[in-house]
Each structure stands twice: as C-alpha cells, then as structure tokens.
C-alpha cells in the first residue's frame, strides 16, 4: 500500500523516512522468520539471532528473498521518481508539458539508503552478483542525482563500504581500496564497530596495492583485528614462511568466512621478500676498488644461498619435504616479475643478479 501510495502520488517527499521504516523491519522481520521456519523443520538446533551479513550462508532465506524484491520494487520507485510538480514548474516540456519533481522533493534522495538495504540482503542470501545490477541501475541515473556528498554519511559510509566490497571480491583492489578509504575517512570515528569492518577489508587492499603492512598504532584499538593479523604481519615482516602458513591455517575458518583468506594468500609474496632480502643483507659488500670508493653490496648472489633460506624458513624442523633448487629458481623469477626484486637469474652460473644503487628490494631501502 505504501508503493502505490508513492506511485501515485499521494505522498511527499518528506514522508521518506517512512520508506526507510518499512524497508529496515521488512528486512529485519523475514530474517527471523526464516530463523524461526528453521527451528520448526529442526528442532533441538540452536541459529544465532544476529549473524554478520556478509558471512551468511545461502540456504533456507525464503522469507528474506520475498523481502529482497520489495525493497528492489522500493529501489525502483526512488531512482525512477518522476513526481509532476505543476506549481512550480508550469512551463510545457517534451514529455506532455510534465516535468520531474525538483531534486529537493525528490525521492531519489532516499536512494542510497534503499540500496543498503538491498546490499545488506544480498550479502547475507549469497547472491552478491545481483548487487552489481543496482550499481549499474545508480551509474545510468548519476546525471538525475544529486551528488554522493550530498546525502546523510549514514547512507554514504554504508555504501562505500559495500561497493568496496564488491570490487574486492572480484580483486579489483585498486577500486576496493579507493572505496574503503573514503568510507574509512567519512565513518564517524566513535563508530568503532563500523571502523573496525572497514578495515577487515581495508588492511588486505593495502597489503596488496602497495606491500605495506598496517602499523600497530592502527590495530591497538580493534582488539580482533589484532589478534587476526597481528601474527600474519609479524611473520612477513620477519620473513618467516613456516610461521606464515601456521599463522594462515590457524584462522583459516576465520578468513573464509570473511572472505579474504586468498587474498591474505598472496601475502606469503612479502614473507619470501623479506625472507630473500635478508639474504641480501647478509652477503655483506664487495671488496672497495679503491681508497675512499663507495661500499657496494654483492649483488651476484647463488641460487644456493636462497635455496638454503628457504629450507630454513619453510621446514620449521620438518625434514620430510625437500625443496630443490629449480623450485626456488620458480619462486625467485616470481619475486622479480612482480616487481618485488629487480635483478635476472643466470641459470649457467646457478647465480642470481640483483640490482645496484639500492632498488635490489623496491620499497625497502636496500
């Protein structure tokens, strides 16, 4: 009743937070619905009342799914507003002498909210891929709208958030981190709860993007950040393999569930960096040339002494696997193609060629 309210006109702009009303508890109503269906077909299992909505399994959301299509009928019915406003706009137009309701009596200001919600919906009934249609639906109707700053933080934080996700999640890293970033700026920072879901995401962008490791100074106040990935950041930083897939594998659950375990993956990169730079270090400098001649650092390093890093660094005292050293070659011409190392590898001398000048190790000031 309240669509076709809205349909026909008979309600104001003002009257949007009704939509955000119904929208929220129609949401909120099916979720326990479902839950409580679910009881009934199980008796004796216990379903936590609140889950994370990202984390939400698809399984028996029927409720939930019938709730997703009214809040898209509800989308609909705000980026398509064409309300006539005759008092303030008498002049003829193309489409019949009718013209769109001024932006300020528009209710393409309650957009973004309505799209929370469906983002919300959809994460939680695993159907992530429907999001990107309302992305599209909101890019075709920018030039109708006013701009993202413009509307409540509430509204704007919340779909940053999201839409950092998405991009994320189809490890497009460089958009994920620009969205999270603003999100992370405008979010109030006593919201602590939402700081600490941005960053969940934000951190593994970064580590990604730009190979730097978040400081302690920004995980002090989330303990749970912390405590999952404070020992993955201790283990690249030390260039500790055996400890990086021991850190990985201890909280495995916790990162699938989340969703960035493969990308906390590719952070074993940086460990075999660190690992292959302390080689680096501990090869010394070549003999002087001459009297008052600048120290260089050996840059002709054997395969061999990386390959005895790596047993070192990846056997933890386990003896059953051996690494030879053609698997080592493999890892260091990986380093290198992604811009980790600079240097080549010479197969007939078995010896490895770094670069001078201190950019053997781009970003670590060796």
């Not at 009704?18 to 909120?28: A, D, E, H, P, S």
């Not at 528009?106 to 309505?114: A, P």
């Not at 010394?284 to 840059?299: P, Q, V, W």
Request: net charge positive; glycine share 6%.
């Amino acid at each position: 009743m309240l669509i076709k309210g809205y349909s026909a006109g008979c309600f104001e702009a003002w009257t949007i937070p009704c939509l955000y009303v119904v929208g929220r508890y129609l949401r909120i109503f099916a979720i326990k619905a479902d839950e409580q269906s679910q009881k009934l077909d199980r008796p004796g299992t216990f379903t936590a009342d609140y889950q994370d909505d990202m984390v939400e399994e698809s399984s028996k959301h029927e409720k939930l799914e019938d709730s997703a299509r009214v809040l898209n009928r509800i989308f609909t019915l705000c980026i398509s507003d064409r309300q006539v406003n005759l008092s303030r706009y008498l002049d003829h137009s193309a489409d019949g002498g009718r013209e769109r309701a001024p932006l300020e009596d528009s209710r393409k200001w309650g957009i973004y909210y309505v799209t929370d919600l469906l983002f919300k919906t959809y994460f939680r009934l695993n159907s992530i891929s429907l999001s990107k249609n309302i992305l599209r639906a909101l890019n075709a109707s920018q030039s109708d709208m006013p701009p993202l700053e413009s509307f409540p933080k509430s509204h704007t934080v919340t779909f940053l958030y999201y839409v950092g996700i998405i991009h994320f999640l189809e490890e497009d890293y460089a958009k994920a981190e620009e969205h999270l970033t603003e999100a992370w700026k405008t979010c109030h920072r006593r919201a602590r709860k939402n700081l600490e879901l941005i960053l969940t995401y934000l951190v593994p962008c970064h580590l990604i993007n730009t190979h730097a490791l978040p400081s302690r100074a920004l995980l002090e106040p989330y303990p749970q950040l912390k405590a999952l990935y404070g020992p993955i950041c201790s283990c690249i930083k030390r260039g500790d393999l055996a400890g990086f897939d021991a850190a990985l594998m201890a909280r495995e659950d916790e990162f699938v569930r989340r969703r960035i375990y493969l990308t906390l993956e590719r952070g074993r990169d940086l460990a075999l960096r660190s690992l292959f730079r302390k080689v680096f270090i501990a090869g010394g400098f070549e003999e002087a040339k001459g009297e008052g001649s600048e120290r260089i650092r050996r840059t002709r390093i054997p395969v061999a002494e990386f390959a005895a890093a790596v047993r070192l660094g990846s056997n933890n005292g386990d003896r059953t696997r051996t690494i030879e050293d053609d698997e080592v070659e493999c890892l260091l011409a990986n380093l290198i193609y992604k811009n980790l190392m600079r240097g080549y590898i010479s197969r007939e001398r078995a010896m490895v060629v770094l670069s001078k000048a201190g950019t053997a190790f781009p970003g670590t000031g060796v």
